[in-house]
Every structure is written in C-alpha cells, then in structure tokens.
C-alpha cells in the first residue's frame, strides 16, 4: 500500500511538474511582468519592441499590456497575457514585450495620469497597436483585425502614439 501511495504522488508531481514546465509555452493570462529589455536583443524572440510615442507628461504610470488579437481576447477584462507597468516619462517610452509564442497579437497602453489605477477617460491617455481610430462608435475598442500584428519567432518592432482627450 505504501508503495502504491509512494507511485500516486510520485506520478501526480510528476505531472504537476510537466505542467508548470509547459506553462510558459501555452497561453496564459494576467501575468505581470517587468521590462527586461535583453529579450529583444538580437537572436531572442518571440518579442515586440514597443515605442510608445507621445506621452505627455512626466507623471502618473504606463501600462502596456499583450493580448492576442482574436475576437475572444481581445481587451477583453482578465484575457491580457502580459503586463508590464513603469513610471511616466514625456516624449518616447520603449517596452519589450515578450510573447508566448509566435502568433496574432495586439497590444493595449494606458497612461493613468494620476497614478491611482483607476481610467480617468477625461484625463488618462490611451493608445494601441497600429494606432487605429477611438471614437464613440467603437467605444474606444477597435476591432481586434485592426490592431492585430504578426509576430515570427524573433523580435518584431513597433510604434504606438499616445491619444489625449
């Protein structure tokens, strides 16, 4: 019986191993990361190098944010796989993002001016992929095909221009 019950959990972190190996390869969500700008360096990948344009002040917090560009994912609340969080600074702000796999991404950014987490929409800046229109009609949630970007096994490069009210 001893055996048996040695076997069981043997097996059963077995597995639990096999699964936290394969964890990083498969898709996950909501996981907060910080920048670490050697993965996009030469040879690394898969990755996006974002440059973030236009930011408008020196205060407050960036958040950048990895999502696939699929209609089921696609801003969608708790579907982002990756954040990344860092103090504002005014001009130009690049993130390497890294990405799970090659694949059909869209990537998210909000400046929270105030820095308390909350969207402030009169007041806070926001911007994504392929910088397409925000404006009533879509509530500021384009289409999923207008921000989607592919990216290959290394490191793709793109920039984004940060919107104001």
């Given at each position: 019986?001893?055996?048996?019950?040695?076997?069981?959990?043997?097996?059963?972190?077995l597995?639990?191993?096999?699964?936290?190996?394969?964890?990083?390869?498969?898709?996950?969500?909501?996981?907060?990361?910080?920048?670490?700008?050697?993965?996009?360096?030469?040879g690394?990948?898969?990755?996006?190098?974002?440059?973030?344009?236009?930011?408008?002040?020196?205060k407050?917090?960036?958040?950048?944010?990895?999502?696939?560009a699929?209609?089921?994912?696609?801003?969608?609340?708790?579907?982002?796989?990756?954040?990344?969080?860092?103090?504002?600074?005014?001009?130009?702000?690049?993130?390497?993002?890294?990405?799970?796999?090659?694949?059909?991404?869209?990537?998210?950014?909000?400046?929270d001016?105030?820095g308390?987490?909350?969207?402030?929409?009169?007041?806070?800046?926001?911007?994504?992929?392929?910088?397409?229109?925000?404006?009533?009609?879509?509530?500021?949630?384009?289409?999923?095909?207008?921000?989607g970007?592919?990216?290959?096994?290394?490191?793709?490069?793109?920039?984004?221009?940060?919107?104001?009210?």
């Open positions: 019986m001893k055996k048996l019950i040695a076997a069981i959990a043997s097996t059963g972190t597995a639990l191993a096999a699964l936290t190996l394969a964890s990083p390869a498969e898709a996950q969500y909501r996981e907060k990361i910080s920048h670490d700008p050697g993965k996009c360096a030469s690394k990948g898969p990755a996006v190098m974002v440059s973030i344009t236009g930011v408008k002040e020196s407050g917090r960036m958040r950048v944010q990895s999502y696939r699929t209609k089921q994912d696609w801003l969608e609340k708790g579907r982002w796989m990756y954040r990344m969080e860092a103090p504002a600074k005014a001009g130009t702000m690049r993130f390497c993002m890294p990405l799970p796999k090659p694949g059909h991404y869209g990537i998210a950014v909000r400046h001016l105030d308390d987490g909350e969207t402030d929409i009169f007041g806070d800046g926001g911007a994504m992929s392929n910088d397409p229109s925000i404006n009533l009609f879509n509530l500021g949630k384009p289409s999923y095909k207008k921000v970007f592919d990216v290959g096994s290394g490191v793709e490069n793109i920039s984004i221009r940060m919107r104001y009210r």
